[in-house]
């Protein structure tokens, strides 16, 4: 399948560096692939740094500068809405491509039935999205680091939310009505730095944050 079907998504917010070493490794791989690079709201030198990595590959980068914030889930649900490709793969801005193969090897996992959604790192939470072992309790959830999205089936579901795990509602539906979730090995094409921009500038959940780390550590 051609991967002009698939756009790749990047998120910016205050982390031009990161971003920077995101996309020249993505493009070192996929130089062809189409990109959509998403500031949120930056008020730093981003901007600058995002317009000259869109020169360089003019027909084949995409912008969008927020105004403001509008958080790593809703920044998501921008891109899908935006854009009209029928698979979307999101990219962490504190990512780094090691090899290619991993945008195919996806794809041809997520057409081989109508019901697979997302393709990505499988892991599981609780209803409050943090991580615990697998159970039948337990939600499958695809940590948005490196993750194929199905665009047409994320149009039908519940939007990413600004939220510290920002596709839980949104997974926990699609599980309710019968989706896959489909594990794949990102770490083997992928090193991810973690919190790049959240150990910067935290999460910014205010006291809804709070709340549910409070409710979850009472296990409520």
Request: charged content about 20%; aromatic content about 8%; overall charge positive.
């Given at each position: 399948?051609?991967?002009?079907?698939?756009?790749?998504?990047?998120?910016?917010?205050?982390?031009?560096?990161?971003?920077?070493?995101?996309?020249?490794?993505?493009?070192?791989?996929?130089?062809?692939?189409?990109?959509?690079?998403?500031?949120?709201?930056?008020?730093?030198?981003?901007?600058?740094?995002?317009?000259?990595?869109?020169?360089?590959?003019?027909?084949?980068?995409?912008?969008?500068?927020?105004?403001?914030?509008?958080?790593?889930?809703?920044?998501?649900?921008?891109?899908?809405?935006?854009l009209q490709?029928?698979?979307?793969?999101?990219?962490?801005?504190?990512?780094?491509?090691?090899?290619?193969?991993?945008?195919?090897?996806?794809?041809?996992?997520?057409?081989?039935?109508?019901?697979?959604?997302?393709?990505?790192?499988?892991?599981?939470?609780?209803?409050?999205?943090?991580?615990?072992p697998e159970?039948?309790?337990?939600?499958?959830?695809?940590?948005?680091?490196?993750?194929?999205?199905?665009?047409?089936?994320?149009?039908?579901?519940?939007?990413?939310?600004?939220?510290?795990?920002?596709?839980?509602?949104?997974?926990?539906?699609?599980?309710?009505?019968?989706?896959?979730?489909?594990?794949?090995?990102?770490?083997?094409?992928?090193?991810?730095?973690?919190?790049?921009?959240?150990?910067?500038?935290?999460?910014?959940?205010?006291?809804?944050?709070?709340?549910?780390?409070?409710?979850?550590?009472?296990?409520?």
């Amino acid at each position: 399948m051609a991967l002009q079907q698939v756009t790749t998504t990047i998120i910016n917010f205050q982390t031009p560096d990161l971003t920077e070493r995101a996309v020249g490794s993505f493009r070192q791989h996929y130089p062809r692939v189409p990109l959509l690079l998403i500031d949120n709201g930056s008020r730093d030198r981003s901007a600058v740094v995002l317009q000259r990595l869109q020169a360089e590959s003019p027909g084949l980068t995409e912008l969008l500068l927020n105004e403001h914030n509008l958080h790593h889930g809703p920044a998501m649900d921008q891109a899908l809405r935006h854009l009209q490709s029928p698979f979307i793969l999101f990219l962490d801005s504190d990512c780094e491509v090691k090899k290619k193969g991993f945008i195919e090897s996806m794809l041809v996992r997520l057409t081989e039935t109508p019901g697979h959604y997302i393709i990505g790192k499988r892991i599981f939470m609780n209803k409050r999205g943090f991580d615990i072992p697998e159970s039948p309790l337990a939600i499958p959830y695809i940590r948005p680091v490196c993750m194929l999205v199905r665009r047409e089936l994320y149009l039908t579901l519940p939007p990413f939310q600004r939220h510290g795990t920002p596709c839980l509602l949104n997974m926990r539906e699609a599980t309710g009505r019968g989706l896959t979730l489909l594990p794949f090995p990102v770490d083997e094409y992928i090193y991810h730095e973690g919190r790049g921009t959240a150990g910067r500038h935290g999460y910014k959940l205010g006291w809804r944050g709070k709340l549910n780390h409070v409710l979850n550590r009472l296990g409520l």
